[in-house]
């Protein structure tokens, strides 16, 4: 009789045929036409700065791995992107040598200190941006108008705020939609981060649970924290980094809840928690902190969502 050998594993036991290049090649697909933007409005200082960013996190996850004595795997285009996304959360004034610590920080402690890819607890480009502003508030908060002829400015988040006054009218919603405005690199242009985000959904990337819910909240809590004002709702849903951070961020696959429920969790608290220091924090942005408050929320929320494994006893009291 012929002998057969069965090889017994735990799950899952469904294998998708999509790599981790593969996933990370639709984001940067993704990310183009943001990066395109920001480079139209903020000159070509943006698109060094974001060469610099993915350069400096290639450069220090080769070398990390090198150290660790783990596989090169450069090549898997996650260090791409984790460049990219410190690129779009700094400011089109920052000095090269601060994008690069922030590349080197998001790569060599936030990933590679953790396991790598897929073992971070926390977004490492939101934990680099964190980083900076702590360190250099002042350089991460230079901001200017676009065009040739950039002046010195504040975001309309700011502006909307009143936490400072330059005498400067409040931009449009238009202004806000198409990214004729101040702010990171990235956060400009909300048309182009949307068609981005849709993208990766219609790639099968990322589902609508966490920028649905997300960005549903901020728009619903806006328009009752402003008097039930609907045009600072809707302000307050195309300003500052809610759809870099709703599409970008908060979906990252390593850093967010695996359940469906323990998604639409995250985007509400990531939306409760933005809209709450928005309105009533001291700093006129919270996309940053609501989503690096909610990765380090995400093993509970696991904990609490997840589904009874079939056969398990239930526990005696």
Known sequence: ????????????????????????????????PALIAGVWYFGLNALLITIVAVLSAVAAEAAMQSIMKRPITVNDLS????????????????????????SIFAIAIVKQCFGGVGHNFINPALAARAMLLASWPQKMTAWITPGIDAITTT?????????????QPLPSIMDLFVGNVGGCIGETS?????????????RGVINYRVPASFIGTVGILAFL???????MAVYHIFAGGLF???????TDYSSSPM????????????GVITA?????????????????????????IDRYTMPKKFGEVKKSA
């Open 155 to 167: 975001t309309p988040l700011a502006l909307a705020k009143g936490t400072e006054v330059v005498g």
């Open 276 to 300: 709450v220091i928005r309105f009533y924090g001291g700093y006129p942005e919270g996309v940053s902190y609501s989503i690096l408050l909610m990765n380090v929320a995400t093993p509970l």
């Open 225 to 231: 924290f402003s008097g039930l004002d609907m045009n």
């Open 190 to 202: 909300a048309a182009l981060l949307l068609l981005g985000g849709l993208y990766l959904m219609l």
């Open 79 to 102: 260090a791409v992107v984790t460049g990219i996304l410190v690129a779009f959360n700094v400011p089109p004034t920052a000095p090269l040598w601060m994008v690069s610590i922030g």
């Open 244 to 250: 870099l951070g709703a599409f970008f961020m908060a």
């Open 1 to 32: 009789m012929e002998s057969r050998k069965y090889v017994v594993s735990s799950s899952p036991h469904i294998r998708s045929g999509e790599s981790t290049k593969r996933i990370m090649l639709d984001v940067v697909i993704a990310l183009l």
């Open 259 to 270: 359940t469906a429920k323990g998604q639409i969790i995250m985007g509400i608290g990531c």
